[in-house]
């Protein structure tokens, strides 16, 4: 099981704003890891979405972004659309476990 | 343009082996560190394995340490893992990903291969 905690799903009209959390502990997170975001479509291998907390890679749309406090993270995206449709992970690293660590995982339906 | 290409997946016995090969192209490959993440049919990404460029530092999770071996060929640029013992816990889609630089708490992976199934079943 994994030590990020995220919710199963969220969803939003097009246009609108949601965020997604994803929450963690003082072994990781809290501990000042960094947190990165991977957006999965269907079917598809992950793809990198946020890097070292709020960065985008080039080609990632600034209706991306993230944040940190404490122990959680959160994603937010901006003026959703159809595309935006996917599977979102958050990842961070457990010095507990000694390994990196993904979050449960957020299915993004658009509505 | 960085590529990253899987194979040898399949279906293979409880308690069989297996080894995953991941051709990289477009990158300077020893340089950077690599690892293995694997998703089970329906379910969420973990994180399997990481070795350093040069390869003498590998890394593993508690889930598969002592079953899997992470190895790399960088005079052919390719990435290994060696599954042994197999359980039906391990069948999954099997993704080789690299790393941001060298091993590093700090790390993100990008980019990631298209992935290959390994089905333990008998």
């Known amino acids: 099981q994994s030590v990020l905690t995220q919710p199963p799903s969220v969803s939003g009209a097009p246009g609108q704003r949601v965020t997604i959390s994803c929450t963690g502990s003082?072994?990781?997170?809290?501990?000042?890891?960094?947190v990165h975001w991977y957006q999965q479509l269907p079917g598809t291998a992950p793809k990198l979405l946020i890097f070292?907390?709020?960065n985008r890679p080039s080609g990632v749309p600034d209706r991306f972004s993230g944040s940190k406090s404490g122990t959680s993270a959160s994603l937010a995206i901006t003026g959703l659309q159809a595309e935006d449709e996917a599977d979102y992970y958050c990842q961070s690293y457990d010095s507990s476990l000694s390994s990196y660590v993904f979050g449960t995982g957020t299915k993004v339906t658009v509505l | 343009e960085v590529q990253l290409v899987e194979s040898g997946g399949g279906l293979v016995q409880p308690g069989g082996s297996l080894r995953l090969s991941c051709a990289a192209s477009?990158?300077?490959?020893?340089?950077?560190?690599m690892s293995w993440v694997r998703q089970a049919p329906g379910k969420g990404l973990e994180w399997v394995s990481a070795?350093?460029?040069?390869?003498?530092?590998?890394h593993y999770a508690d889930s598969v340490k002592g079953r899997f071996s992470i190895s790399r060929d960088n005079s052919k640029n390719t990435l290994y893992l060696q599954m042994s013992s197999l359980r039906g816990e391990d069948t999954a889609v099997y993704y080789c990903?690299?790393?941001?630089?060298?091993?590093?708490?700090?790390?993100?992976?990008?980019?990631w291969g298209q992935g290959t199934l390994v089905t333990v079943s008998s």
């Open positions: 070795i350093s460029g040069s390869g003498g530092s590998t």
């Open positions: 477009g990158f300077t490959f020893s340089t950077f560190a």
């Open positions: 003082s072994s990781n997170i809290g501990a000042g890891y960094d």
């Open positions: 990903a690299k790393d941001d630089g060298g091993y590093d708490p700090l790390d993100w992976f990008d980019p």
């Open positions: 070292g907390i709020i």
